[in-house]
T-cell receptor, first 115, second 113 residues
């Protein structure tokens, strides 16, 4: 039991729509990271938030945005959905950003399908 | 540019024998390495980690070895059990990459009874 929960489990959207994915981090973890995992690949880093501020961003366009709230919850928003956005989206929380405190604990993910 | 690579997509091992999963990296600035296990329809589960200042870390049946000169790490599972069958990812962090984890492509381990 990692204590990280994500909702919804599955989601189907059409191209051009917008989507919001939600995550509840483990209590006491002030860092949350979001990853996209395509089929047969390892998770790809989207961005990380530390104490409600963005703390690093991967190679994803600005239509991928996020928020982190004081109550250990966070959101991933994707605008203007494209077919290639279909993937498993993973949220992970950690105590801090570096070293052993950056051991990230993952939720079960949200499977997004864009038609 | 794939900074972390797992060159074996799959591995099959007999129950009770040793499983060795390998991972190579290119960025010498990485200072922390992790292994995750993933079952279908679940998120990755943290297994074991190692700091770049060490060359070995052991936790029960799982041991991770780090060879910094070769930029190579491996995960040993002894003895292997059918419940270990899953996809294993290695990941690296630190240095100029900040707090993000950079994952390999994964190796699917199958442990046969």
């Amino acid at each position: 039991e990692t204590g990280v929960t994500q909702s919804p489990t599955h989601l189907i959207k059409t191209r051009g729509q917008q989507v919001t994915l939600r995550c509840s981090s483990q209590s006491g973890h002030n860092t949350v990271s979001w990853y996209q995992q395509a089929l047969g690949q390892g998770p790809q880093f989207i961005f990380q938030y530390y104490r409600e501020e963005e703390n690093g961003r991967g190679n994803f366009p600005p239509r991928f945005s996020g928020l982190q709230f004081p109550n250990y919850s966070s959101e991933l928003n994707v605008n203007a959905l494209e077919l290639d956005d279909s993937a498993l989206y993973l949220c992970a929380s950690s105590m801090d950003r570096m070293g052993a405190k950056n051991i990230q604990y993952f939720g079960a993910g949200t499977r997004l399908s864009v038609l | 540019d794939q900074q972390v690579k797992q060159n074996s997509p799959s591995l099959s091992v007999q129950e009770g024998r040793i499983s060795i999963l390998n991972c190579d990296y290119t960025n010498s600035m990485f200072d922390y390495f992790l292994w995750y296990k993933k079952y279908p329809a679940e998120g990755p589960t943290f297994l074991i980690s190692i700091s770049s200042i060490k060359d070995k870390n052991e936790d029960g049946r799982f041991t991770v070895f780090l060879n910094k000169s070769a930029k190579h790490l491996s995960l040993h599972i002894v003895p292997s059990q059918p419940g270990d069958s899953a996809v294993y990812f290695c990941a690296a962090s630190g240095g100029n990459q900040g707090g993000k984890l950079i994952f390999g492509q994964g190796t699917e381990l199958s442990v046969k009874p």
